[in-house]
């Protein structure tokens, strides 16, 4: 039994130049941070939670943007032995007024006792505290030590249990953020052990993301896994991403990337959006797996997807498929990599109307239907009626999960938890 401390105190020592991940801002020089410089910023993060009395266990609320003060916080958090909790930042996309309400419920319901984030953003923060609120403490990214190397026997992270709660995050991915979903060290190693194995994943493999890490499929697919099993992580801001997706392209040819994961509108928005010109000595062939998770995948899209980029070595067999959710860590299902993912056709009107899947009728509108793969081998699914029965074969139903990789529950909702 491990936990995340003692996993990056054993990767540090196996290789402390190795990169961790390679962080990529728009119109800035790409930037790779190792292992030792990832604890030293992690280690400026932990004495400011000291400093301000954070006590191991308690939950710290990370209001930040992509970038280095998002990833020392986190990590720092977790040397410290608190539970780090990723919100989504404040952008032109979210109603101000909505924003502060959703910050006002989530700090009275997941009662932390610190906040981190920018000076220009402390007004923001301190407005949605009210009396008798728990936050102790608004940490700024400005007040910090300078960066030093870590003292792992003095870590509280390092007394932490594998059993114990290690973050917090969301089932949403939007700003309805009242259920934090507690995972324990176990769970998420337990899910990256079998997620590891459904993938091959390996030393050769390099993960590039641009998924926010305030969504379950981009903190652990594309943050926790690649750095806690020493794979290098390429990673963009989700907002660099949609002003040119194409850069996407670039880091995989670049880097030779191997494996990422988008959503199924994003196979759909680089198809439309991404122009010849800026697709100039691009290479994909080193992709092996462009997983379709989050939403409702569509052959529609892996098809115009793979018409778009085939022409610079994308392979079809590249484009997989995963079914995921925040309470089972991430994956449940994970499509077979060595084949494209089944695809059935199935009739409209008996899938829309009677909840079943029947082959096409002639004359009918039909549908393409395409396989999220197979369970992980440490879960199990059935598929229930709403009276808790096994359905039929071909008929839709509720999805329940068993796993050793579940979530401990609910964070201050025993009521969700039930």
Not at 58 to 67: A, F, P, S, Y
Not at 393 to 417: F, N, P, W
Request: glycine letters at 6%; one cysteine or more; aromatic letters at 8%.
């Amino acid at each position: 039994m491990t936990t995340f401390s003692q996993r990056l105190q054993s990767l540090h020592s196996r290789d402390p130049e190795r990169v961790a991940v390679i962080l990529q801002h728009s119109g800035q020089p790409d930037l790779p941070i190792s292992y030792r410089q990832l604890l030293r910023g992690a280690n400026a993060y932990t004495r400011a939670y000291a400093r301000a009395g954070i006590k191991s266990g308690e939950v710290v609320v990370l209001i930040l943007q992509h970038g280095e003060d998002l990833i020392n916080s986190f990590w720092g958090a977790i040397l410290h032995g608190a539970i780090p909790s990723i919100m989504p930042f404040l952008t032109e996309k979210l109603a101000p007024e909505r924003y502060r309400a959703d910050l006002a419920a989530l700090i009275s319901v997941t009662k932390p006792t610190a906040i981190v984030t920018y000076p220009e953003f402390e007004s923001e923060v301190r407005g949605a505290l009210q009396e008798g609120d728990s936050v102790r403490a608004v940490i700024l990214t400005n007040k910090l030590e300078a960066q030093s190397d870590p003292d792992f026997d003095s870590l509280l992270g390092m007394e932490r249990s594998s059993e114990d709660i290690v973050l917090l995050q969301h089932s949403s991915g939007t700003t309805g953020l009242q259920k934090g979903v507690a995972l324990s060290h176990q769970a998420v190693f337990n899910q990256l052990d079998a997620y590891s194995r459904a993938l091959n994943l390996d030393d050769s493999d390099v993960i590039v993301s641009w998924l926010p890490l305030y969504h379950d499929m981009g903190l652990i697919a594309g943050f926790l896994m690649p750095i806690l099993s020493g794979i290098p992580l390429v990673l963009s801001s989700p907002f660099d991403w949609v002003r040119a997706p194409y850069k996407l392209m670039q880091s995989v040819s670049q880097y030779k990337g191997t494996l990422s994961w988008l959503p199924n509108f994003a196979f759909n928005f680089c198809a439309q959006k991404i122009r010849d010109r800026n697709l100039e000595g691009v290479d994909l062939s080193s992709w092996r797996a462009v997983t379709n998770c989050s939403e409702p995948v569509r052959f529609e899209s892996h098809q115009a997807f793979y018409e778009r980029f085939k022409s610079h070595g994308l392979k079809w067999e590249a484009l997989q498929c995963s079914y995921a959710m925040a309470e089972n860590v991430f994956g449940v299902t994970q499509s077979d990599l060595t084949r494209p993912p089944k695809v059935e056709e199935i009739d409209r009107e008996a899938f829309m109307a009677e909840r079943v899947a029947r082959p096409p009728m002639k004359g009918r509108p039909a549908m393409k239907m395409m396989s999220s793969g197979k369970p992980l081998s440490n879960t199990r699914v059935r598929i229930l009626d709403e009276h808790g029965k096994d359905v039929a074969e071909k008929k839709i139903g509720e999805v329940a999960l068993q796993s050793d990789c579940m979530l401990t529950g609910y964070y201050h909702r025993d009521d969700a938890t039930k």
